[in-house]
C-alpha cells in the first residue's frame, strides 16, 4: 500500500499519532514510516526492544507470558503495541514480533511472526488487530523486511476500517 495512504488516514483524524515498537524487525518498520514525507506530523517513536528485559522494561509485557514463548505469540505482539501507545502517548500502536530465521533450539523450522496494531478508544480500552506470517525461504534480511511491510500494510488497513480479528 502505498506510504501517502498511511498519511491521508492518520491525517484525517485531529490528533491521531503513531508509535512503533519492534522486535524481530529490528528498525524495518519505523523507517518505513519515517520515509513517508511529513511523518512528523503524526509519527512520535519507536522502539527496538529485542531483549526480553527491554519488552517488559519499556513495554510493559507481561514476564512470564512473555518467557513461556521467546516473547514470539499474539499476546505478545498485542502487549508490545499496546506499550508503544503508553510510551509515547501514542492513539495509535503497531508491533512486530517473531522469527528472521529458523531456530533449533526453538522447534522453528519456517520463519514466522506476530504483527499486532492498538488503537486507544476515547475511555482509555483498547481495539486490536493482529495476525501471525510464515515467510518461508528468504534471508533473515528479507524476512524483517517482508515482515515490517505486511505489518505496514495491516496498520493502513486498520485505519481504514474493519481489517482482521479486533477485540474490545
Same mark, same amino acid.
Given at each position: 500500500?502505498?506510504?501517502?495512504?498511511?498519511?491521508?488516514?492518520?491525517?484525517?483524524?485531529?490528533?491521531?499519532?503513531?508509535?512503533?515498537?519492534?522486535?524481530?524487525t529490528?528498525?524495518?518498520?519505523? =523507517?518505513?514510516?519515517? &520515509?513517508?514525507?511529513?511523518?512528523?506530523?503524526?509519527?512520535?517513536?519507536?522502539?527496538? =526492544?529485542?531483549?526480553?528485559?527491554?519488552?517488559?522494561?519499556?513495554?510493559?509485557?507481561?514476564? =512470564?507470558?512473555?518467557? &513461556?514463548v521467546?516473547?514470539? /505469540?499474539?499476546?505478545?505482539?498485542?502487549?508490545? &503495541?499496546?506499550? =508503544?501507545?503508553?510510551?509515547? @502517548?501514542?492513539? +495509535?500502536?503497531?508491533?512486530?514480533?517473531?522469527?528472521?530465521? &529458523? /531456530?533449533?533450539?526453538?522447534? +522453528?523450522k519456517?520463519?514466522?511472526?506476530?504483527?499486532a496494531?492498538?488503537?486507544?478508544?476515547?475511555h482509555? /480500552?483498547?481495539?486490536?488487530a493482529?495476525?501471525?506470517?510464515?515467510?518461508p525461504?528468504?534471508?533473515?534480511?528479507? +524476512?524483517?523486511r517482508r +515482515?515490517?511491510?505486511?505489518?505496514?500494510?495491516?496498520?493502513?488497513?486498520?485505519? @481504514?476500517?474493519p481489517?482482521?480479528?479486533r477485540?474490545?
Amino acid at each position: 500500500m502505498p506510504a501517502r495512504d498511511l498519511k491521508a488516514l492518520m491525517l484525517r483524524e485531529p490528533g491521531l499519532t503513531l508509535a512503533v515498537a519492534e522486535s524481530l524487525t529490528g528498525g524495518w518498520l519505523q =523507517a518505513r514510516i519515517t &520515509a513517508i514525507e511529513g511523518a512528523s506530523e503524526f509519527f512520535l517513536g519507536g522502539i527496538t =526492544a529485542y531483549a526480553l528485559e527491554q519488552k517488559v522494561r519499556h513495554l510493559h509485557v507481561g514476564r =512470564a507470558r512473555a518467557q &513461556a514463548v521467546n516473547s514470539v /505469540s499474539e499476546a505478545v505482539a498485542r502487549e508490545m &503495541a499496546r506499550g =508503544a501507545c503508553d510510551l509515547f @502517548r501514542a492513539k +495509535v500502536g503497531v508491533a512486530t514480533t517473531g522469527y528472521a530465521q &529458523a /531456530s533449533g533450539p526453538q522447534g +522453528v523450522k519456517v520463519p514466522f511472526a506476530w504483527w499486532a496494531v492498538a488503537r486507544r478508544k476515547p475511555h482509555g /480500552s483498547f481495539d486490536y488487530a493482529s495476525g501471525c506470517v510464515t515467510v518461508p525461504g528468504l534471508s533473515r534480511v528479507a +524476512v524483517q523486511r517482508r +515482515v515490517a511491510d505486511l505489518a505496514f500494510d495491516a496498520l493502513v488497513g486498520f485505519l @481504514r476500517g474493519p481489517a482482521g480479528p479486533r477485540t474490545p
